[in-house]
């Protein structure tokens, strides 16, 4: 697959791109990475890529015109004009082409999470738009980009670090990008059938009881605490569990320290 990247600091991606999955998977020809200057779109003697919003305000605003001109030039096609019924033209034109995705890195989009990661991955490309200053044309959002998402309920100088993350997400459920594709069944916010079955039984000796449905939507789980030699450290000690060689103990161990992972860091994910 393939990400486009467009952003006013194209130099920021030299370090980020070139180390751990992300560079192995580029090497591997499994995903390719191109990194788009915003200014080579903007055709004033400045190079001017913002400018102050309309009604006033602090801070610049990116314009309209180079993120448009970018994109249609990268995906080679023209987003259509403004429709009526105040309908945003990618609903009823199909933009973007098939099998890709325009996303702009905003603090105002929605949480992007594990099961946006799994849906871009499964595209063959995705263009990633990063905001900047105190935000982006609406317009954009609108018309342009065919989602909007945030990393965290936080404000950034910009989304190229969002964008980072949201390729490295991405590329890590690529088939072929991991040395054993079952390290993703496992994760935090990854639902193995063995946890779904889990989270449906109640589960005294984890001191809280989760009673579901076999149709009810199966919250996702923190990962369940990892250890590692030596088996004790300073006072602290391995658990024994994990030291007698019972797989099905070992097994049965980690999905209660999942869920009390999970109620103890993550109760939303209970809730949900």
């Given at each position: ?32 990475v191109r990194v ?143 040395g054993n594709e ?91």
């Amino acid at each position: 697959m393939r990400f486009d990247i467009v952003t006013i600091f194209p130099e920021f991606f030299a370090g980020p791109l070139d180390h751990g999955i992300v560079r192995r998977a580029r090497e591997a020809g499994l995903i390719e990475v191109r990194v788009q200057d915003l200014r080579a779109f903007a055709h004033d003697r400045h190079r001017t890529v913002d400018d102050r919003p309309f009604g006033g305000g602090e801070g610049m605003v990116l314009k309209p015109e180079p993120l448009f001109e970018a994109v249609e030039s990268l995906l080679g096609c023209a987003v259509p004009g403004a429709v009526t019924d105040n309908v945003p033209p990618g609903v009823a034109s199909g933009w973007p082409p098939l099998a890709t995705s325009v996303v702009l890195l905003s603090a105002s989009g929605k949480s992007f999470c594990q099961s946006d990661a799994r849906r871009l991955a499964s595209l063959n490309r995705v263009v990633l738009l990063c905001g900047r200053y105190e935000g982006v044309d609406e317009r954009v959002a609108s018309h342009l980009a065919s989602e909007e998402v945030s990393i965290g309920d936080f404000v950034l100088s910009g989304g190229e670090l969002a964008a980072a993350l949201v390729v490295d997400a991405v590329t890590r459920l690529v088939p072929g990008a991991l040395g054993n594709e079952d390290s993703v069944l496992h994760e935090s916010f990854s639902a193995s059938p063995d946890s779904s079955a889990a989270m449906h039984r109640n589960t005294a000796s984890a001191h809280m009881e989760i009673v579901g449905s076999p149709d009810a939507a199966t919250p996702f789980l923190l990962d369940c605490p990892h250890y590692t030699r030596p088996a004790e450290f300073r006072g602290w000690s391995v658990p024994e569990v994990l030291l007698g060689g019972n797989h099905e103990e070992v097994h049965r161990w980690r999905q209660r320290m999942a869920l009390e992972k999970t109620r103890r860091n993550r109760p939303d994910l209970l809730q949900r």
